[in-house]
């Protein structure tokens, strides 16, 4: 850059190469801690104006904001307010098909298939199963989905009755 000058950061008295679109107005240099001084400086600066004194005081102002606060109850608080329960998510009624090729998953693809299931589930199977390895516990979550599909299968297409399990699959 043939042009601009260094120029000493008004934060941390370094050297720096300025921003060439900026490069006489600019003070402080690119580090985080320059460039919170400089937007401390510069909102300082603002308020010092006589016009300013009072921009986010008075009546207007109060009536503005009580508004704004009665069209977005809760904002504050957190996106959580608007979750629905998750015992109220409908089940996913996408039949899957079976297929032998699926039942054995390549060595990398593990992380991903546990990756994907939630955190509870894959605490609940080693707390039941007394393993937490990677290999076992994919037989496991595979054995479940299996069953599970199996009995949604059988109550989509079934007009009531039992569907027995026959013993524990631990």
Known sequence: MAGIKRKKCRNCKD??????????????CHRAECRKASK????????????????????DNVK??????EANPGYWRGKHTNKQNALQDPLNS????????NDKFANDALQDFLIA??????????????????DNMVITLQHLQKLGQDIVTNLTHSKGGHYGIQGSHR
């Not at 050297?15 to 402080?28: E, G, H, M, S, W």
């Not at 503005?64 to 606060?69: A, E, F, K, P």
């Not at 996408?94 to 090729?101: A, G, L, P, S, Y």
């Open 117 to 134: 299931q939630p955190p509870v589930l894959l605490g609940l199977i080693a707390n039941f199963t007394d393993n937490a390895l990677q």
């Open 40 to 59: 401390a400086e510069s909102q300082q600066r603002w308020l010092q104006k006589p016009e300013n004194q009072d921009y986010f005081r008075g009546p």
């Open 15 to 28: 050297l720096f190469i300025p921003d060439p679109r900026n490069a006489k107005r600019q003070k402080y």
């Open 64 to 69: 503005r904001v009580q508004l704004w606060r």
């Open 94 to 101: 996408q039949r899957i098909e079976n297929n032998t090729d």
